[in-house]
Structure formats: structure tokens, C-alpha cells
């Protein structure tokens, strides 16, 4: 009789899983189903059975729906989520259901349209068809020469392809098989290279520790050939006919090239990608695949480090290093240490790759807890490491940003027909507009930030809100109408550089010129062909491309980022200066790295340019741990925002209270407003706690959520828990 009560997880911002009667459906665990809660149906995932309800058997509602021809979530997904609900203090409920693909958050059955591929039947000849049939004729000749089309390569041959098969087939001529798009393969094979010693080492390194929990730490700098030593891996591991293997990627822009390499090395070996660039279709069939296991290989983004997997062999990280495996809002997770967890769970090992690791990664690493496996050679025959300088501005003039000595690089690669990268961090025209008269600087009336310039669309605009206005006539403060853009962004640099240069061909790539679809693709495409001398881009040409014709690399203006008070903006900026760097001279042209900066001397530099990570990572570890910040402390953040900021307040001083009674080696600091105060128009409060023991600072965490979900002010403030938060 109470084996009929199933623990639903559903939806909604509550810490508990709810108990409904089975209604005659044979449910597993991981079945999605139909309730009702509240008003409304509702999509849930069955968690379990349960003897006993809190509610009594006679209030219970059975469930309306159950799924049952949809294969259920494997249970290591939800093991992971609990895991990650604990952790970051989540609602277990809402974190494993956005997880989810949306069309699986849908009251309707799941389903992403079939695709056919066909071909002729054995014996059919085409005399059968009539010869004015001119595209049954069409497509007969071109199946004989394939042997078997898709749909997309048939409807490539004639807009009424599909009326001509439907004739086909009834006049028995074709076969058609289902095929799941997301596994195509390329049809072009790239051939393998024979591996340098390290990679070799590498490779053999971690295939002799399969199936086993093991970290490595790949740490090799960029064209070091790490791509190469995960594919070798891949290929080695899934030799026999079953496994899978996770492939995480920071960004979305790096997949598809990750992707077309992998399919050319490992044709043989189904993949998917998993974005938030693909249809929902899409999204649901690539996710079902690797549930299914048909898809042996899966390259994903963040999110996709929650995809069933059931025959998981090895995890990879790659640019393990990069914020953006940190999740900003909801479940505050950090997908490089979910892939821990959830290599742990597998016990199978994980590989994080990158030039530039995390400090904690570094640390672990040092510690002796990760094994380290090294590449210190460009892989290419004669490619070299680029030569870093740095131009000392406080002595050399700048004109609109630029000095001398960087123009005259510029020039003589333009003379040579090779590219330069122009690297600034900052996208519009100028970061500021500034009034000569009083110096009043135009603010964004919603967050604590200037608005950008952007010229050629005359406006003003809030990078952090998205807020716009038209760019001012005159100072509100004092009636000035001499207003000036001061300060470099990617749209004066190219203005500039064309009055300089007039015969450069430019290309601008930030994110104002890529919006367009396809956009950065026909860009990189442009400078591959060689259609561009100058780029000018802010870090989303740092990561990855491989340009073999760029033989200089200037770096504008990233002093700001050297006196932040961000306790990570000297790492970020050191392994963003390397990775840049790593995009001059990646083939046997050699390359050059030029870096304007009024500090010439300031060890990060030092470090930068004797390309040595490790002697950066060490001391920016001794500081650390003089700080007693991360990774020697664990440090958490609970953020608050309102309207009103006395609410913040209110709230923020009974968490400090809460915090501090409870008994504890946690430091629990004053709460205190972050730097950007306000944002998006709410008034913003935060506060710190740190650690020594990250068992302490979770203990006290799950004390003080449970209070605080409990206290009034809990709906009138939003608030989130952050654990191990990248900036504080
Ligand atoms: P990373 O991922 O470290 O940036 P890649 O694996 O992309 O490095 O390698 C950089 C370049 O060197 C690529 O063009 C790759 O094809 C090439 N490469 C890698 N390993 C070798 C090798 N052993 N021999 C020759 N070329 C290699
Ligand atoms: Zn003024
Ligand atoms: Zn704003």
C-alpha cells in the first residue's frame, strides 16, 4: 500500500521533494511525470519511493502522467545533483530540473523530428522511372554514386526532392534507415601526427590509469599539442566497442572547431555537442544520444557536465583555468569542480588541460593531490615562443593610444604581408564621456558604472544593464557642450589605426561585431584567407584561434587590472596576456608580443616575459596565503539585493548576527557593499565568510540558508549563497 507514494522532485524554490500516489503507473527512478501543485501541472522528476507520508494517505494526489516510454535518468545524474544541491545550497529540485534540455521541462511528450538517409534497393534499376521524372532521374544517378544520401544532401538537389521520394519508394526503388543528425561525421579524415616524447608520455600516462579516480593536470602552453594528446587518449580508451568520454570547452565560440577536429581525427567515433547554440530540438536529441550511450563522445559547455552518461571512461577539462566554467546566477556552480566530483562518483579519471591553471588548481598540483604532465614545447617543427616586451609608456608618447613603437611593428608587418592582433580589453568607442569644464562623467542612473561611448550609433550605452541613451549635447552639470570620449575601446582603435594606415585592411571582432549569425565564423574564415592585415579584438580572440600568419600581438591598456581589488585580476590578466600571446607566431613564422603599460618593471610582467607560469603562480601563492584567501582558506559569499537598500541591510546584519552565534572556526566578516553597488537598479550588500576547513564553512552555510529561507525578509530580498565565489 505505501510503496504507492513517490518523492517527486519538481520546480520550485523549495528545499523538499513532494509525495504523491502513483496512480497505477510502474514508475522508475528518473521518470519524468505530470502533477498538479498548487494550480498548476507541473513537470516532476521521480526521486524515489517512499513507506510513509507526512501527509495523510487520503489528501495525497496521484500523479497524472508518467512518461513510461521514456528511458529515466540515470541515477549517477541525480547523485551528482544532490551532491551540487548540498554544496552550493541549492534546491535540489530546481537545480536537477534546469538542468534538464527544455524540452524535457515541457507538460508534452519529448520529441525531436526523425531524419532518414536513403539509398536504392538492391536490383532496382532506373529504367523503371519515366524519363520526363527529371529529378526521380536526379536523385537515382546520385545515390548510385553515394550509395546513401540524408535528407539535407537530397534536398541539395532539387527543391521537390521530397515529393520524388515519396514516388520512389512507393514504385519500391529505395530503403530508408533512421539516422540521428547529431552524430554526423566528417567525411574528410585528418591524418594523426606522430607525438613528441611529452605528448607520448602523456598519453600512455593517464590510458594505464583508466578506470580509475585519478586528477591530472595537463600543463602545457597554448600549441603545445594538449588537443592532440586528448584526442590520442580518446582514441586509445575507446578502442573497444563501449565507453563514453565528457569533453568540457569554456566557451561556445571554441566548439564547432573543437568539434570538426575531433570528428576528422576520430571519424569512427559518434560525438555530439551540447550548447546553448542549438535548437531545442537539437538539444534534446544530442542529450538523449549520450543517455543512450550511442554518442561515445560528448564536447559540451558548462551546463553539459550534468549529462547522463552511464558508461562514463575520463573527463576532460579544457582551459580548466577559465571563468566561465563558473556558473553567475542560480546554482552558483563551477563545472571544473562538478567534473571532480563526478569523475569521483565514476572513479575514472579527469584530465584539466591549460597553459595557465587555477591557483587552486596549481596549488593541488603542488601539493602532490593532482599529477602533473607537462608540455613545455610547441608542437609544430620550429614554431617558437613568441618574443614578449613591453613598450614603457610613461616614456614613449602615445597618439590616441598608440605608441611609436608599436605603429612602426604594425607597419613593417604590413610590409611583409603578415597580420597583427591589436588586443584591448574594452568593446564601443571609449569607455567614458567626459565634460572638459567640470570633469562630470556620464553615469548609468541604474548600476554603479560609467556608460560606454558608442560613436557610430551615437549612443551611450551601460555594459552592465544594457541601458541606452542618445550621447548627450551638452553637460547636465554644467551646460558645457564640450563633452569629450576619452579613453580607448575597440571602435576608436580602429578608427584610428584606419587614418594611420589607410592601405591596412582592418577587422574590428568584438561582441557589438559579431552579433550576426555566423558572424566570428566568416571573420576567422576573412583572416584565414588572408583578407585582413590588422585585427582589433578584445579577449574573444584570445582563446583558441590559430592564425599561422600573425606575427604581432599589441596589448593596450590592461594597467587598470594590475591594482584591482579583485583578489583574482592579476591571475586573469596574466593568463589572458598568455594566451593572447600564444596567437603570434604559432607556425614557422616567428612572433612577436608588444605590451603598453606604465609598469613595466611590476613582476607579473617579469614573469610574462620569460613565459614562466610557475614563477608567477608561486608568488601570487605566497600572497594568498598572506591574505588568508583561496586556495588556502574556503571562502563563501551571501549576496543580497533589494529596491531599497535599509532592507539589505536589515538582512545582511541578522545573517551577520545568525552567523556569528553559531559556534564555529568560520570568520565571519561586516557585510559591506561589492564594487558595483548598485545594479540593474537594485541596491546590493554582501558578506564574507572564510575558512580553513571547508567541512566548518558548509556546516555553518546550511545552518544559516535554513534561517534565513525561515526569515521574513526572505521573499522581499533576493539572496544567494555563493561557494567559492571567483570574485569577492
Ligand atoms: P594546444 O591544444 O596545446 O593549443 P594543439 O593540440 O592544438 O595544441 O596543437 C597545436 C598545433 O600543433 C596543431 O596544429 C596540431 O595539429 C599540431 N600538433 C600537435 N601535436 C603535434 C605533433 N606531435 N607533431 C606535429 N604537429 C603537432
Ligand atoms: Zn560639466
Ligand atoms: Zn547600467
Redesign the pocket.
Known amino acids: 500500500m505505501s510503496a504507492h507514494i513517490l518523492k517527486i522532485a519538481l520546480d520550485v524554490p523549495l528545499d523538499s521533494q513532494f509525495d504523491y500516489l502513483d496512480g497505477g503507473f510502474d514508475v522508475a527512478v528518473g521518470q519524468r511525470v505530470i502533477v498538479s501543485f498548487g494550480r498548476r501541472r507541473q513537470i516532476g522528476l521521480v526521486v524515489g519511493r517512499t513507506q510513509a507520508s507526512d501527509i495523510p494517505q487520503d489528501k495525497l494526489k496521484p500523479i497524472e502522467h508518467a512518461f513510461m516510454e521514456e528511458p529515466a535518468i540515470d541515477k549517477s545524474v541525480f547523485k551528482l545533483m544532490k551532491f551540487c544541491a548540498d554544496y552550493y545550497h541549492y534546491p535540489f529540485g530546481q537545480a536537477i530540473l534546469s538542468a534538464l534540455p527544455s524540452r524535457l521541462r515541457q507538460t508534452e511528450p519529448a520529441t525531436s523530428r526523425k531524419q532518414f538517409a536513403y539509398a536504392l534497393k538492391p536490383g532496382a534499376s532506373i529504367d523503371s522511372i519515366p524519363s520526363r521524372k527529371v529529378v526521380q532521374h536526379r536523385i537515382f544517378t546520385a545515390l548510385e554514386t553515394h550509395g546513401e544520401l540524408s535528407e539535407t544532401a537530397l534536398a541539395a538537389l532539387s527543391p521537390s526532392w521530397r515529393k520524388a521520394v515519396l514516388d520512389m519508394q512507393a514504385a519500391h526503388l529505395l530503403q530508408s534507415r533512421e539516422i540521428l543528425a547529431g552524430l554526423k561525421s566528417q567525411v574528410q579524415q585528418l591524418h594523426a ?4 616524447q611529452e ?1 607520448a608520455h602523456a598519453v600512455e600516462e593517464i590510458v594505464q590509469h583508466a578506470g580509475q579516480f585519478k586528477t591530472w593536470l595537463l600543463h ?1 602552453i ?8 586528448y584526442i590520442q587518449i580518446i582514441e586509445r580508451l575507446l578502442l573497444d566497442n563501449h565507453g563514453q568520454i565528457l569533453v568540457l570547452v569554456p566557451e561556445i565560440n571554441l566548439t564547432p572547431q573543437l568539434e570538426s577536429r575531433f570528428r576528422g581525427r576520430l571519424p569512427h567515433l559518434p560525438l555530439v555537442s551540447l550548447h546553448s547554440h542549438l535548437s531545442e530540438g537539437e538539444r534534446l536529441q544530442n542529450w538523449r544520444l549520450a543517455q543512450s550511450g550511442q554518442a561515445r563522445i560528448v564536447i559540451g559547455t558548462r551546463l553539459s557536465v550534468f549529462t547522463p552518461m552511464a558508461d562514463m571512461k575520463l573527463i576532460i577539462v579544457d582551459e580548466e583555468h577559465d571563468a566561465s566554467y563558473k556558473q553567475q546566477d542560480s546554482m552558483r556552480y563551477h563545472a571544473r569542480d562538478v567534473a571532480m566530483v563526478r569523475a569521483q562518483h565514476h572513479d575514472v579519471p579527469i584530465v584539466l588541460g591549460s597553459a595557465t591553471p587555477a591557483l587552486e588548481t596549481w596549488h593541488n598540483a603542488q601539493t602532490g593531490k593532482y599529477e602533473v604532465l607537462a ?1 613545455t614545447n610547441r ?3 620550429k614554431a617558437a615562443l613568441p618574443q614578449i616586451r613591453c613598450i614603457d609608456t610613461t616614456r614613449n608618447m602615445l597618439q590616441d593610444g598608440l605608441s611609436q613603437i608599436l605603429i612602426e611593428a604594425m607597419r613593417e608587418r604590413l610590409a611583409r604581408g603578415e597580420q597583427s592582433l591589436l588586443f584591448i580589453n574594452r568593446r564601443g568607442y571609449s569607455p567614458v564621456l567626459l565634460c572638459s569644464a567640470c570633469h562630470w562623467i556620464a553615469p548609468c542612473l541604474r548600476c554603479s558604472a560609467r556608460l560606454v561611448v558608442h560613436l557610430r550609433q551615437k549612443r551611450l550605452r551601460c555594459h552592465h544593464c544594457g541601458h541606452e541613451q542618445k550621447i548627450l549635447p551638452a553637460c547636465p552639470s554644467c551646460g558645457n557642450t564640450d563633452l569629450h570620449p576619452t579613453g580607448q575601446g575597440t571602435q576608436r582603435l580602429e578608427n584610428t589605426l584606419a587614418a594611420l594606415m589607410p592601405e591596412a585592411r582592418i577587422l574590428r571582432v568584438d561582441r557589438d561585431s559579431t552579433q550576426r549569425k555566423n558572424a566570428l565564423h566568416d571573420m576567422l574564415a576573412a583572416v584565414h584567407a588572408d583578407e585582413v592585415d590588422i585585427l582589433v579584438g578584445t579577449q574573444m580572440l584570445a582563446k583558441g584561434h ?1 592564425f599561422p600568419n600573425l606575427t604581432l600581438v599589441g596589448v593596450i591598456d590592461t594597467d587598470s587590472a594590475l591594482f584591482s581589488p579583485d583578489f583574482r585580476a592579476a591571475e586573469r590578466l596574466f593568463s589572458q596576456l598568455m594566451q593572447v600571446a600564444g596567437r603570434a607566431g604559432r607556425s614557422e613564422k616567428s612572433g612577436e608580443v608588444l605590451i603598453q603599460t606604465a609598469f613595466p618593471d611590476h613582476v607579473l610582467f617579469n614573469a610574462l616575459r620569460a613565459q614562466d607560469y610557475p614563477a608567477f603562480a608561486n608568488s601570487l601563492l605566497q600572497e594568498r596565503e598572506l591574505m588568508q584567501f583561496p586556495p588556502y582558506r574556503y571562502i563563501a559569499l551571501l549576496k543580497a539585493e533589494a529596491n531599497d537598500f535599509a532592507l539589505v541591510q536589515r538582512f545582511l546584519r541578522y545573517a551577520t548576527d545568525t552567523a556569528r552565534a553559531y559556534p564555529s572556526n568560520v570568520m565571519v566578516y561586516d557585510p559591506v557593499r561589492p564594487q558595483m553597488e548598485r545594479l540593474k537598479g537594485m541596491e546590493r550588500g554582501q558578506l564574507l565568510m572564510q575558512a580553513s576547513s571547508r567541512q566548518s564553512l558548509q556546516k555553518l552555510l546550511k545552518t544559516l540558508v535554513a534561517s534565513l529561507r525561515a526569515h521574513p525578509l526572505n521573499t522581499k530580498v533576493r539572496w544567494a549563497v555563493d561557494v567559492d565565489p571567483l570574485e569577492v
Do not use: R
Open positions: 601526427p606522430a607525438l613528441n605528448q602545457g597554448t600549441g603545445s599539442g594538449k588537443t592532440e594528446v608540455l608542437a609544430v617543427d590559430d
